[in-house]
């Protein structure tokens, strides 16, 4: 007997429907709200889950064989860097704060996006957004992992890295990225994906990694643009995630728009303060640069934000809030960071140095109206302090914002030589603000940012007590090695010894 | 000028980052050390979860089971994202080429028609219990204390996944869409089906990560995995004739092998760690799998009929000998 | 119109890809920098499996894109045949 059976030829689309979405049953032993619990708490209405597109339909087979392809070319690459010397090939090891920065914090944010990502991949009642926030969670720990794994050669000859998975917890600086993840993690789960799914991935991602990555190809860092494109490639679908999950939450109910709304402002505002970093890193820590923060920003953020905005209006959906403000402390932002980031260098566990008069040439270049009128000035003075053997060091203690928890470092939007400072009273408490940004966002929710970790007021208390000595033991901080400037320290030492034996025949 | 940058002898500073010298001494690390231990934070931890205000954003009292350094329950594996990729990416393609053998010889429609029927009965169904693994395997990463424990989760949920499509290609296989749209009917509404489905529910609404671990990845899949591709697949339908089937199933027949000494190492290491903790994993044991036998015997008599009792019974005395080897005695 | 843009790592895996997006896309413009090529595209781009095959000269799945991607912007349609990035303005 013949049995040949006419299989149905499925297309992409209704097979992934099969492999996903069919998986899923109404329960019926328990009810969906003790199954899926926070599901309702934020107020954002789902009528129908199955509405759901999924982006991109990688079933595991497809996502474990093109992953393992990726792997492969990844640890062939930083294989090689490390056996080379590859470390050598760098334009120079100043660039090596960067890395340090991106390691103790922005590599904890990726493990804290894995959790994150498990949680929400758990607590959607929908197959679809299940298997895709899942496939997103096992890509963050891979992100965690190459980075360590890319990073680590560099620790084995470079000062400041040496110490990131204490410093994640206890130095003053990363919890300005610790704080971000954990506000977005402690949020509900449709919070979180607007936080980190939409405003991070999405608005932002482009400007971390595309311009980090380019300088890192400029300066002969191939470890990192390889841990850092190869990141990229599932940043890719993260994004396309972000984007379906706004436009799907917005379909689902009108009601549904004042909250994303919100969460819109509030995320891309803690975004926007924690990538600031990058502006520094790209205006001042490459000693060969790509593109300015500027330039970058009109790319990624005016042209590709400017679109995606756009789009959304037919939703309802607004710029974020805080749109306008953020492009006024474009040409600023690099310079009052680095120029923050040198006063405190006794306090970090990476180098930060004055601009060489090169340096500065290219500043005035790239930034016309700021740079010569309101911070040539002041590193100019710096470097007279520092030739007349008094650097300048700020031991005075940074103010912090409560909310982003950035010291206290820019100025008014409309008035570059005046300080923002803002504060607020909460239940006979003065809180202290960066920006109005951070203060709408402490006035939203400040049950929440109460709650904050501080990390200065630490300093007085258990084991530390005001001793700077045993606050640098307790953040593992080696005093003389891995903080201060750039200018006499190990590391340059080093670098350029080492340079010398590969060039010369001494 | 490109360097020779090989022939330069430097000597390093140090071997290995503070954390991995604190826990394995002075000496590199491996790459598994270096992505698994200490990376989830550890202190100082901002706010309070807005969905879970009595706890803290990682909290080790979400279990009961109590370990001084949730570190030592280490996966023997050792897998991290990339060691883990690479060995499912080598399965897929055995699966791949199995599925493709089986197909292309028109293996499938030799089948011959009982033995595909109960092929379809017993698999089918079981994407709907896979995918309800997944989910409590992420439950388990998403909330479980300490990253050598809940990183293998994530891997193991993605796994499960993996399953349910696997299971789910076999069902367009052997009986095309309407396979599927059986199964699922089975699932729901079959008497055969509805102690598992009761089964996998009661898994999902609970939230101790460590109780869900046992529910799931040692008792249900500790007898489901033997029973159903060892002794209905492997055995019985190829002793009829029906082997294709075991091509078919092959990767979770390796899965299990593999993944088994996994969850026996983290049982082994959580019971010797106390009394308290080797109590409460015997009480959890004892009730989840003799819930799980019961459950799989009408799935079982799908295949085996009348010697499904037997084949359970057995099957159970099996798993008591394998959780005696943990430490603990049933 | 707004502008979309693809980003792949410059490669000899993604030169075909390339290639085949110049053909199908008169209007991108294709920018070349260290490690990563960036194309911008007016309001919609598509990229085809058929034009990726004739550049390839062997079968392509369009999910093999995935392992060069860099970034990319706009909506995503993806089906067997193709892949397109667009914005609804």
């Given at each position: 007997m013949d049995m040949k059976v006419t299989k149905k030829k499925l297309g992409l689309k209704d097979k992934y429907k099969l492999m996903t979405r069919d998986l899923g049953w109404e329960p019926s032993y328990h009810s969906k709200d003790e199954l899926y619990p926070y599901m309702n708490y934020e107020g954002i209405k789902i009528h129908d889950w199955d509405k759901w597109e999924d982006p991109f339909r990688l079933t595991m087979d497809a996502y474990w064989k093109y992953q393992a392809e990726k792997e492969r070319k990844f640890y062939a690459i930083i294989d090689a860097h490390a056996q080379n010397n590859g470390h050598l090939n760098l334009t120079d090891a100043r660039y090596l704060s960067a890395l340090k920065i991106f390691l103790q914090a922005i590599s904890p944010g990726e493990y804290a996006a894995h959790r994150g990502f498990a949680r929400v991949g758990r607590e959607f009642p929908g197959v679809g957004p299940q298997v895709a926030c899942q496939m997103q969670a096992i890509d963050e720990i891979r992100h965690a992992q190459t980075q360590i794994h890319a990073m680590s050669n560099y620790n084995r000859y470079y000062?400041?890295?040496?110490a990131f998975a204490d410093q994640r917890d206890?130095?003053?600086?990363?919890s300005v990225a610790r704080s971000f993840f954990d506000d977005a993690m402690s949020a509900g789960p449709f919070e979180f994906m607007i936080a980190i799914g939409f405003s991070f991935e999405y608005v932002l991602t482009n400007l971390l990694f595309v311009p980090f990555m380019s300088g890192a190809a400029y300066n002969g860092d191939m470890a990192t643009v390889t841990f850092g494109f190869s990141a990229q490639s599932d940043e890719a679908r993260h994004m396309t995630l972000g984007l379906e999950v706004i436009k799907f939450i917005l379909e689902?109910?009108?009601?549904?728009l004042p909250i994303v709304q919100n969460w819109i402002d509030k995320w891309f505002w803690r975004g926007f303060r924690v990538l600031g970093l990058v502006s520094t890193m790209m205006d001042y820590m490459l000693p060969k640069r790509v593109m300015s923060w500027r330039e970058a920003w009109d790319i990624y953020g005016v042209e590709n934000g400017g679109a995606l905005f756009k789009d959304l209006a037919r939703y309802g959906i607004k710029p974020p809030k805080g749109w306008d403000d953020a492009e006024k402390a474009i040409d600023h932002m690099s310079h009052q960071f680095m120029l923050g980031l040198y006063q405190w260098?006794?306090?970090?566990a990476f180098h930060a140095w004055i601009p060489s008069d090169d340096d500065m040439r290219w500043l005035s270049a790239k930034y016309p109206d700021t740079f010569d009128q309101y911070y040539r000035p002041r590193w100019e003075h710096i470097k007279k302090l520092a030739a007349a053997g008094t650097p300048f060091k700020n031991y005075g203690l940074a103010k912090l914002c409560q909310t982003c928890q950035l010291p206290t470092v820019f100025t008014e939007p409309d008035d570059p030589t005046l300080t923002c400072h803002r504060e607020t009273v909460y239940k006979g408490e003065k809180y202290h603000f960066c920006s109005d940004g951070c203060q709408h966002i402490f006035e939203n929710e400040p049950e929440k940012y109460i709650q904050a970790w501080l990390?200065?007021?630490?300093?007085?208390?258990?084991?530390?007590?005001?001793?700077l000595g045993e606050w640098m033991k307790w953040v593992s901080l080696l005093d003389g090695k891995d903080n201060g400037d750039y200018a006499g320290s190990e590391d340059q030492k080093n670098f350029e010894a080492w340079r010398g034996l590969a060039t010369t025949n001494q | 000028m490109q360097i020779d940058l090989r022939t330069v002898a430097i000597q390093p500073?140090?071997?290995?980052f503070d954390h991995l010298v604190r826990r394995f001494g002075d000496k590199a690390a491996s790459r598994y050390q270096e992505g698994s231990y200490d990376i989830q934070a550890a202190e100082n931890l901002h706010y309070r979860p807005t969905w879970d205000p009595d706890h803290q954003l990682y909290d080790a009292s979400l279990t009961r089971i109590v370990m001084a350094d949730w570190y030592a329950l280490k996966d023997p594996r050792q897998f991290y994202y990339s060691t883990y990729t690479l060995t499912r990416a080598r399965q897929q393609e055995t699966a791949e080429a199995n599925f493709s053998f089986v197909e292309s010889r028109g293996l499938a429609d030799m089948l011959p028609d009982a033995q595909r029927a109960v092929a379809l009965n017993v698999l089918v169904p079981l994407r709907h219990a896979a995918w309800g693994a997944n989910q409590n395997n992420t439950t388990v990463c998403g909330y479980g204390y300490g990253v050598v424990f809940t990183q293998p989760c994530m891997y193991h949920a993605m796994d499960n996944l993996g399953v349910a499509q696997y299971l789910s290609r076999l069902g367009l296989l052997l009986g095309d869409t309407e396979a599927l749209d059986a199964g699922k009917k089975a699932w729901m509404d079959d008497a055969t089906w509805q102690p598992l489905r009761r089964y996998v529910e009661d898994c999902l609404a609970c939230r101790d990560p460590f109780e869900l671990f046992v529910a799931q990845n040692l008792a249900l899949d500790g007898l489901l995995y033997p029973l159903v591709y060892e002794r209905i697949v492997d055995q019985h339908l190829s002793a009829q004739g029906a082997s294709a089937v075991a091509m078919l199933t092959q990767f979770m027949s390796d899965w299990f092998d593999e993944t088994r000494k996994w969850v026996d190492a983290v049982i082994k290491v959580a019971a010797a760690e106390s009394e308290a903790n080797r109590a409460v994993l015997t009480e959890w044991i004892r009730q989840w799998s003799a819930r799980a036998a019961s459950a799989m015997v009408p799935v079982v008599e799908l295949a085996l009929g009348s010697g499904a009792d037997e084949a359970v019974g057995e099957q159970l005395e099996a798993f008591k000998a394998r959780v005696l080897k943990t430490g603990i005695t049933l | 119109m707004s502008t979309v843009f693809i980003a792949l790592q410059a490669n000899e895996e993604t030169r075909p890809i390339i290639e085949a997006i110049e053909i199908d896309n008169p209007q991108a413009v294709v920018h070349r920098q260290p490690a990563m090529v960036k194309i911008d595209a007016q309001g919609r781009l598509v990229i085809r499996r058929a034009t990726i095959e004739e550049q390839l000269g062997r079968d392509f799945d369009l999910q093999e894109i995935h392992i060069n991607l860099i970034s990319l912007t706009g909506h995503v349609v993806e089906d067997d045949e193709t892949l397109t990035l667009s914005w609804n303005d």
């Open positions: 000062n400041g890295f040496h206890r130095i003053w600086y990363t689902q109910d009108p009601d549904n260098s006794f306090g970090t990390p200065m007021p630490q300093l007085f208390q258990d084991p530390v007590n005001g001793d | 500073q140090r071997q290995a | -």
